[in-house]
């Protein structure tokens, strides 16, 4: 069975820092693209950060310069290092691994929970 599970979320004041973490099983890790996603309430879930097979990494404008994502393929694990925490960046932040090398493989985890408030 394939298993994504996200935690390190919380309770933040701005200014603060998260890493949060998506711990992976029942797929081939390194060959998978892994990205980050979030949806604040009320709102549509939207595309944070991705990290390619071999290291390559994108993250959306909004985030650019505050957000960092890293893999261990050792663990089966991707991050992402959120600092400077805005009140905006409240959602909830979701996991997700895609393996482009055909249809179907596209798996996402239930989510972890991040607020920013003081």
């Known amino acids: 069975q394939v298993q994504l599970v996200e935690s390190g979320g919380g309770l933040v004041q701005p200014g603060g820092s998260l890493r949060l973490s998506c711990t992976t099983s029942?797929?081939?890790?390194?060959?998978?693209?892994m990205n980050w996603f979030r949806q604040a309430p009320g709102k549509q879930r939207e595309w944070v950060a991705s990290?390619?097979?071999?290291?390559?990494?994108n993250f959306a404008d909004s985030v650019e310069g505050r957000f960092t994502i890293s893999r261990d393929n050792a663990k089966n694990t991707v991050y992402l290092q959120i600092n400077t925490l805005k009140p905006e960046d409240t959602a909830v932040y979701y996991c997700?691994?895609?393996?482009?090398?055909?249809?179907?493989?596209?798996?996402w985890g239930q989510g972890t929970q991040v607020t920013v408030s003081s």
């Open positions: 997700n691994a895609i393996w482009r090398g055909a249809p179907g493989y596209d798996f």
């Open positions: 029942g797929i081939n890790f390194s060959l998978y693209t």
């Open positions: 990290i390619d097979n071999v290291g390559n990494i």
